[in-house]
């Protein structure tokens, strides 16, 4: 079984920094990808970022790229989010999932509450 457990988030005002993290156990994760998402009230959650944990790779989705930046920490088995110049419309639970090397994501964090005041 994969435990995904989130900290950080909270309210920031816009134009600010703010750091998610992501603790993983249950798994050796070398062979997964992990990523963070959103849901926005009254929208679907999307994905935000994505990194491959053996290699590195990262993918972003236009709407945060050259703002946030995802990372992992080998040693501490921990995903991390760094969102610089957040804006109002970054507002939304945010999630990190957990996913085996080319399927679909199927283990999820338990969601943290970002809000950016304008």
Request: charge should be positive; aromatic fraction near 12%; include cysteine.
């Amino acid at each position: 079984q994969v435990y995904l457990v989130q900290s950080g988030g909270g309210l920031v005002q816009a134009g600010g920094s703010l750091r998610l993290s992501c603790a993983a156990s249950g798994r050796t994760f070398s062979s997964y990808d992990m990523g963070w998402f959103r849901q926005a009230p009254g929208k679907e959650r999307g994905f935000v970022a994505s990194i491959r944990w053996s290699s590195g790779t990262t993918a972003y989705a236009d709407s945060v790229k050259g703002r946030f930046t995802i990372s992992r920490d080998g040693a501490k088995n921990t995903v991390y989010l760094q969102m610089n110049n957040v804006k109002p419309e970054d507002t939304a639970v945010y999630y990190c999932a957990a996913a085996p090397r080319g399927l679909a994501y199927e283990y999820w964090g338990q969601g943290t509450q970002v809000t950016v005041s304008s």
